[in-house]
């Protein structure tokens, strides 16, 4: 009957059994340790369990290091190559002589021949050092990824308030890129005394965009998410949308400068953003469709939306009328925009000379969604037409205007004012 073994122990493939003999009548009991190397079979007799795993870690070790030796026939050339190979292998690093033939032997099989190992591992490690990522400091960063965007076509106030944004950044954060975790990103929003969630928001999203443009340079490991999508987000609760009145667009009607007209009129009759008046042409405004189609390359959101041409809009707009071009001259973006009407806007001044009315951010907009809401009490169709999202509109604009919203919205050009326009047009603005 076959015994069964009352142990192995796998790292060196040893077998240990329990068994029984007699002698003189008188039977004893020993334990057997059974194990192949090569071709050859080797046992040794053992009086207890204890002694047998003893006995087996040592043949372990000495299988392993290979100071046991056995009854092979080797020539002086075998012993010669086999000392050469452990010497070798000592030398990087220990490794045992079967498993480094294994491991040579496994990973020529996979190359078919269609590489030598060798040659297989130093295009492996060229591209492992390939896609590992390199040093830089988050100031160089900074500066690198500015000057990328001057050629990316971006606004010139975007460029402006990342530039703002980072190098604030950069004057806390001056070490490597890759040090710098979640944990920092908190500490110095939260340190901003004063600042609003939005704007802790705000200079949170310029860290992950800077971040984001190391991971595509490799900079930083690009499987990775960056430091910056785990820091904090703040909670913004609605705040409240700053709007004119009808009595302060009737100033800005009739008193500012004629070359801004058009920007006033497509702000407070269409609800057009500042970015998107700067950017707007001529083909964009279908006076015969009576809409003004907002292209994706200036929206906000990058998606085309039609604006309604109200008869109140088509009458301000209809001396500036052209073909093509674009609708405000000598004015390149939002940035400059925002220059050009605030000096306008200031330049309406009372009798003691003081401006008679405050810059509202986007205040033109925010006004038109608000009256055009209390117009037509449809928040979906304003929703629509200002390319904003129904919650939104409800929001931040539902229920806000106390007068009627006809007094906006029936604010045509007088003859006189129209006189002034088409003079200051023939003029050259």
Known sequence: MKKKPVAMVEAGGIRITKEKMKSRGVEYQYYRLTYHRGNCRYRERVKTFKAAEKRAKELVEKLGDGTLQFDLKLTAKDNLVIHEAL??????????????????????????????????????????????PMEIGFPELVEKFLAEIKTKNRSRRYRLDMQARLHKAARTFKGQVADIRAVNIDAWLEGMDKTTGRTKNNYRKAIITVLRYAKAKNYLPREDTTE???????????????????EQLKLLLTRISPRMLPAVALGAFAG?????????????????????????????????????????????????????????????????????FKAAVDAITGAD?????????????????????????????????SGNSPNIIETNYWKKVKVKPESWFNQFPTKKRLLEIRKAISTGL
């Open 272 to 340: 057009l953003r500042s970015a998107e008046i700067s950017r707007l042409e001529w083909e964009h405004i279908q006076f015969d469709d009576k809409v003004i189609a907002v292209p994706p390359s200036i929206a906000k959101k990058r998606i085309r939306r039609l604006a309604p041409i109200l008869p109140v809009l088509a009458a301000w707009l209809r001396p500036y009328r052209k073909t093509n071009g674009k609708v405000l001259v000598r004015i390149g973006d939002e940035f400059a925009l925002t220059t050009v």
């Open 87 to 132: 010497t070798l292998l000592k030398n990087s690093g220990g490794k045992k002589l079967l498993d480094a033939v294994r491991q040579f032997t496994e990973a020529d099989v996979l190359l078919a021949g269609e590489y030598s190992v060798i040659e297989a591992v130093r295009k492996f490690k060229k591209e492992l050092d390939r896609g590992k």
């Open 228 to 246: 910056g999508e785990f820091s904090t987000i703040y909670t913004v609760l609605p705040g409240e949308i700053g709007i004119y009145t009808p």
């Open 353 to 385: 000379g003081k401006p008679l009315i405050s810059i509202i951010h986007n205040g033109l907009r925010h006004s038109f969604v608000s009256y055009r809401v209390a117009q037509l009490k449809n928040i979906n169709a304003v929703a629509v037409e």
